[in-house]
């Protein structure tokens, strides 16, 4: 409800000193830049709710949209082919990660900051030298084009992230396995010993979340046109900092994907309010910072005053 208020307030006060902010083709943008962030915090979610965190999810993102986008504008594929290859794709970089993690028993953050380095280096080796143009608008229906791509004016993308998020949530909350993420998160130790299979939960966490970034790169890829080299770059902090300002414990064991939608919103909206008021773009990193470190902060204290009762 905290985040409802806020972003309402930042809204409202934007509406009535920058009125272009909340016209729609300014709307539609703002969601079509969350959707992606809000996609992959759905998979970011139980990750760090079971104790984890995955910052390789940018470098991912960019081996996908170079694979797709290529395939799209080489090979004129369709829609349902590129969205397939996405899922392969970012899937199978999951399962790079959860293998290494749930098998190899590589720290989470360890693994996935060196597939970070590896996953970039794969990306700009099939890049080649050049970035990708002329990509075509195969994709655009997912949010690309503002005169085909909505639904009560939202971007289709968004409205995608909305159904996900309801899904993981129902899944997290009611399901005995969804559960599970939360007990792994308290206490691996004792979720195993409570017959928890904590190796197999982890590794298709993992495997999720990679997939949701190949679902994330169709997103990105939505509007064709020009693939840069330096494309997701950033993304992963973007898509943590909407799951901590959401409320998802930076520890493990507590959290929710409706906070981390709405964490993704806050974030949009803060750097959208920033280009409106031609600030400079170094303020958003200060804004999301300063809330990331107040939702830090209310988190620690919650845990130790649950700690002393």
């Known amino acids: ?51 984890g965190i995955d910052v390789s999810v940018g470098s991912g993102l960019a081996v996908v949209m170079v694979v797709v986008s290529k395939l799209i504008r080489d090979f004129d594929i369709n829609a349902p082919v590129a969205i397939a290859v996405a899922l392969l794709v970012g899937s199978a970089l999951g399962v790079v990660n959860a293998t290494l993690i749930a098998f190899g028993r590589v720290p989470a953050m360890v693994c996935t900051f060196g597939t970070l380095n590896v996953f970039r280096y794969v990306a700009l080796q099939v890049f080649g030298e050049t970035q990708v143009a002329g990509v075509p608008g195969t994709l655009g229906f997912l949010g690309g084009s503002i005169s085909r791509a909505r639904f009560l004016g939202l971007p ?11 899904i993981v949530w129902v899944y997290m909350r009611h399901w005995a396995t969804g559960r599970h993420i939360y007990a792994i998160g308290n206490d691996a130790d004792a979720a195993r010993l409570a017959g928890v299979k904590v190796r197999r939960r982890i590794f298709m ?20 046109g020009l693939i840069q080299q330096n494309v997701g770059i950033g993304m992963e902090m973007s898509v943590i900092a909407a799951c901590v300002i ?25 750097q ?33 005053r649950r700690a002393r009762s």
Do not use: K
């Open 1 to 51: 409800m905290v985040l409802v208020v806020v972003i309402a307030l930042l809204w409202l006060v934007m509406g009535v000193t920058t009125p272009t902010f909340v016209e729609p083709s300014s709307v539609f943008a703002i969601f079509y830049t969350v959707a992606p962030i809000a996609l992959i915090g759905i998979a970011m979610t139980p990750i760090m709710c079971a104790a």
């Open 156 to 166: 289709n993308a968004m409205w995608l992230a909305i159904v996900l998020t309801a």
């Open 205 to 224: 966490l993992y495997v999720f979340c990679g997939a949701m970034v190949g679902l994330a790169a169709v997103v990105s890829v939505g509007s064709g």
């Open 246 to 270: 959401g409320g998802t414990s930076v520890i493990g064991g507590r959290g929710t994907v409706l906070g981390t939608l709405l964490g993704a919103v806050l974030v949009g909206s803060v």
């Open 272 to 304: 959208a309010a920033v280009i409106h008021l031609h600030l400079p773009t170094e303020i958003t990193q200060l804004f999301v910072g300063i809330i990331i470190l107040i939702a830090v902060g209310v988190d620690l204290l919650r845990q130790a």
